[in-house]
Structure formats: structure tokens, C-alpha cells
């Protein structure tokens, strides 16, 4: 059973386009994490939210925790083709991190 | 700072066969996961070690499936014997303390296993 549901799983869009992707839970947790994966390789951390309603900015990326802390969403500005991959949520709960199944990105230039 | 370095990349055995996966973490980190990656199940944990001691071990599969961590800087993860279901590909991570708050976690490049 997955903890982490993330929509869509998959979205094909051109450069220039903005986008949102969606992690949702019925649970709560301590803190949510947002990675991207690129081919051949493990996943990188892009952010840590903690706080129920923070929001923070990485360049053209928004990244939003839900009031409750049980959801996110990550929002991307004129997407480059150089944002292509895979983008993972992860929710912390017990010293451990929960990943959904991920969105896969595909920027068209 | 290396990353952590998981080895082989690549691994093709038969069914029946024993497989070996290796791990070095970042030096310093004390915890340490492995993870399963499938394109049906996406990343799935196995077993986590904290300060080299196994804390949580439900996400193993089966018996088959065995890890340890003999000192802080090197972790295995074993199949024997190795089924074709088990093709996947397994990530290990390790971050400075707890994963979540303010321990993010950094992976290897993962071995991928195939069994034929």
C-alpha cells in the first residue's frame, strides 16, 4: 500500500510551459522531502519542507506543504527541457523516508 | 567526498544463484538504507541501520533477502537464492542522522540486478 500517492505519473509538456505536480497522504508527517532522478542515476535532494503551509523557492520551482502536513505540491515555472526526469516526494515518519511512486517529466524543447 | 559508492553497477546471474550487493557510505553519516526500485512498486525501503544496527527490517521481502553492517563504513545486501522477481534496481542512501527533518538522503548510483 502506498503511503505517498503522486499525480500524474506522467506529464509530457513543451519548454516555456508551467506545471504542477501533487503529493498526497492520509497520513501526517514530520517533514516532506521532494528528490528528482535522472536515468542511471539515485535520486538528489531538491527540498525539505517541515512546516504545515510553508512555502519555498528554488529558482523557477515552488514547492508547497499542505496546513495539515499531509500534502505538497511542486510547482515549475517555464519549464527548460533540462528539468526531464523523475520527480519523488518522500514523507519522514519513524527516522525513515517514505517515497511515492514519482512523476515522470518530459520538457520538449 | 566521494558519495556513497555502491558496486557492482550491473549484475546478471541465473535463478538459484547467491547475489551480493556492496555499500560504503559517506563518511561521518550514521545511518544508512537499503533501497528497491521497480517501475511497478517505484522505490520501496528494505532495511535501515542506525549507528550500525538494523532498525527497521519490514520492508524485506522474504528470508531470502539479508543485510548487515559490520562497521560504519560498509554495508551488503544479500539474495540467496535469487529469483527472477527480485530483478530491480537497489539503491543504498546514508544521511547524518534520522531521515527527514534535517537529514536528507544521499544515494548511490544503485546496482542493477537482473535474474534470469
Known amino acids: 500500500t502506498q503511503l505517498l500517492e503522486q499525480s500524474p505519473q506522467f506529464l509530457s509538456i513543451q519548454e516555456g510551459e508551467n506545471l504542477t505536480v501533487y503529493c498526497n497522504s492520509s497520513s501526517v508527517f514530520s517533514s516532506l522531502q521532494w528528490y528528482r532522478q535522472e536515468p542511471g542515476e539515485g535520486p538528489v535532494l531538491l527540498v525539505t519542507v517541515v512546516t504545515g503551509g510553508e512555502v519555498k523557492k528554488l529558482k523557477r520551482l515552488t514547492f508547497q506543504f499542505g496546513d495539515a502536513r499531509k500534502d505538497s505540491s511542486l510547482h515549475i515555472t517555464a519549464a527548460q527541457p533540462g528539468d526531464t526526469g523523475l520527480y519523488l516526494c518522500?514523507?519522514?515518519?519513524?527516522?525513515?523516508?517514505?517515497f511515492g511512486q514519482g512523476t515522470e517529466l518530459s520538457v520538449k524543447p | 567526498d566521494a558519495g556513497v559508492i555502491q558496486s557492482p553497477r550491473h549484475e546478471v546471474t541465473e535463478m538459484g544463484q547467491e547475489v551480493t550487493l556492496r555499500c560504503k557510505p559517506i563518511s561521518g553519516h550514521n545511518s544508512l538504507f537499503w533501497y528497491r526500485q521497480t517501475m511497478m512498486r517505484g522505490l520501496e525501503l528494505l532495511i535501515y541501520?542506525?549507528?550500525?544496527?538494523?532498525?527497521?527490517d519490514s520492508g524485506m521481502p522474504e528470508d531470502r533477502f539479508s543485510a548487515k553492517m559490520p562497521n560504519a563504513s560498509f554495508s551488503t545486501l544479500k539474495i540467496q537464492p535469487s529469483e527472477p522477481r527480485d530483478s530491480a534496481v537497489y539503491f543504498c542512501a546514508s544521511s547524518p542522522g534520522a531521515a527527514g527533518v534535517y537529514s536528507p538522503l544521499h544515494f548511490g548510483n544503485g546496482t542493477r540486478l537482473t535474474v534470469t
Open positions: 518522500a514523507g519522514g515518519q519513524g527516522g525513515k523516508l517514505i
Open positions: 541501520f542506525n549507528n550500525n544496527v538494523p532498525i527497521d
